[in-house]
């Protein structure tokens, strides 16, 4: 048995011997009639949509817990390549470039993430007369160490943050560059990206945590442990530039985004055009990362990176040598389609346009919807996709994923559910669309950012464009008000609850062919009775008894508290959405509602509510029973990485017991209080599910 990383290092050995017998010469620009999709989830499925527009036939690969998925069923074809591990499946060259030969596919789309950027896959296929739909191989090197990039920018006249990028790579010496540099500093992995392998020292007392950390996770995620060390600056924004080249010497940007909110380093709403930027600086930037593009050679399309500091001055970042996740905002802005433009060039004709032939227009929001927890620190999660509901897909309104109602968020990939990407005529209009739908984009069966992501879009200091890296740490407060709910909300659950179960009464009267059913719907007259009930419902900690008054004729009179509320409404179903219209005490609402066992979901104007009516005492006693103890718990689902303590060993509070992986993150689970371990529960490599014990502690008696 091989390990995920010697089957890994096992795989390319064997494509580089493979590729040594079966090389050919073949002709470097062709049309493309068949396409391999070297990807999966959301970016597989957006290459699909554009390779079906232009008559282009897809071939799909798959791990096996992608078997059924989305991107599996648009393909024309898909092929197993292997199990959940990505190393094992989807960074498995040599199973992708047999397959992209034995189903007769003359190019591969990487999409972004796994093979996208690893240079012996782009030089590998052009060895095999296979296009690699992305830049050279040469390109991608160049841009993938980070150190060297710099060097070549700097030669190119792009303004670039001074740093370390040496050789040296021993504790000592990245201690004593660091001191140099002044902290806070930024240890980045030289072949990093998508804010794998970056921690930020704040102190020199911090430092070494951090750099054994973003080594941890960049031999991991890169198979590269390699750092190098940047002056971080306070504040920045985060502002990139998409460019694009072909093999005929033509280069153009499409303007810039700007994806400065991040969370986890990582991004989590762009927009298009950046917010407050003259177009002096502007067309700057633009420039500079045309610079950037023609230093390495580039063809097809990428991303230039800077930092922008508070007046503007831009240095150059990093250049990611793929398609990014928030390229369909640019795409709004310039009415392109950036695949399209991608097959195009990759098979050897020229830019669909110049420079001075793109023209911005409008503004437009990509808002990155995510299975994770932002209340609990932005964890992500994992689980099914009970119900889904989304906005409308329109002409200016796009939906952009790979899941479906019933799939599932799997522990082995990324969170992101979907992309929501919306565009106005202006940056007003546009933060109102997307605001009106994230409303109506509406998930139950686990935890999501979508209440967060409305948070962000409303906030004033966002609505003004004073955005920066920092922007949720400054505004956190703000960002996660405390959401209590109304009685007037209470009002709304209860309604639902009542027509909900008048309307399964129906159904079940129906399907039961009697007439004298008890289950009828029709209403038997009471003589000087008015029927009632007490409907006992919460909303986190907040509970009430809500005495509700039956007055016929749709009608119902509610006491929440001391408040007493005229209520009424209708509950419509269309598809697998129902709409509560209600009136409270003359004030009229809509919501979407899901009434799911013992919990009613109320998606309104100002986000989702969950509403959850009592269990049942023996469903309390089986929880408590099955709970577990220990002294540290996955917090949520992932595999062990590595174990720090052994039994018998005596720890503090703080102190690091186990590494987790969990949606391609590095995630350390610490002591919570001082004590001696019991028992190791789990090996790395094991998978656990969230919750679970990870260590058994003896608490100190100190403690």
Known sequence: MFSGRHTYKRGWQLLRKWSAHHAHTSSEHRPISKLLIANRGEIACRVVRTARKMGVRTVAVYSEPDRNSMHVAMADEAYHIGPAASQESYLRADKILNIAKSSGAQAVHPGYGFLSENVEFAEVCATEGIIFVGPPASAIRDMGIKSTSKKIMSEAGVPIIGGYHGDDQSDGRLREEAEKIGYPVMIKAVRGGGGKGMRIAKTKEEFEEQLESARREATKSFGDDVMLLEKFVERPRHVEVQVFGDHHGNYVYLFERDCSVQRRHQKIIEE??????????????????????????????????FILDSSHNFYFMEMNTRLQ??????????????????????????????????KLSGHSFEARIYAEDPDGGFLPGAGPLDHLATPEAKQHIRIETGVREGDEVSVHYDPMIAKLVVWG???????????????DYNIIGLNTNVNFLMSLATHPNFVAGDVSTDFIPDHYNTLFPERSPSPELFCQSALALILSEEQEAIRAAALSLDPTSPFSPRSIPRINHTLSRTVNISCGDKGENILVEYLGSG?????????????????????????????????????????????VHLFTATGGWKMTLPRPKFEEEIGSASGTTGGAVAPMPGVIEKVFVSPGQSVSAGDPLVVMIAMKMEYVIKAARDGVVEKILFKPGDNVAKNTSLVKMKESEDS
Do not use: C
Request: net charge neutral.
């Open 272 to 305: 298009a055009p950046a917010p407050g930027l003259t177009w002096d600086v502007r067309r700057s930037l633009g420039e500079a990362a045309v610079r950037a593009a023609r230093a390495v050679g580039y063809v097809g399309a990428g991303t230039v990176e």
């Open 425 to 439: 005529h202006d940056r007003a209009s546009a933060l109102n669309i997307l605001v009106t739908s994230l409303a």
């Open 325 to 358: 996740v928030e390229h369909p905002i640019s795409e709004m802005i310039t009415n392109t389609d950036l695949v399209e433009w991608q097959l195009r060039v990759a098979a050897g004709e020229r830019l669909p346009l110049l420079q001075d032939d793109i």
């Open 555 to 599: 009608k119902y009179r509610m006491a929440v508290g001391s408040k007493t509320f005229d209520v009424s409404g209708s509950l419509v179903r269309e598809n697998n959405v129902s709409t509560l219209t209600s009136s409270v005490n003359g004030t009229v609402s809509t919501s979407r509602v899901v009434v799911d066992k013992r919990d």
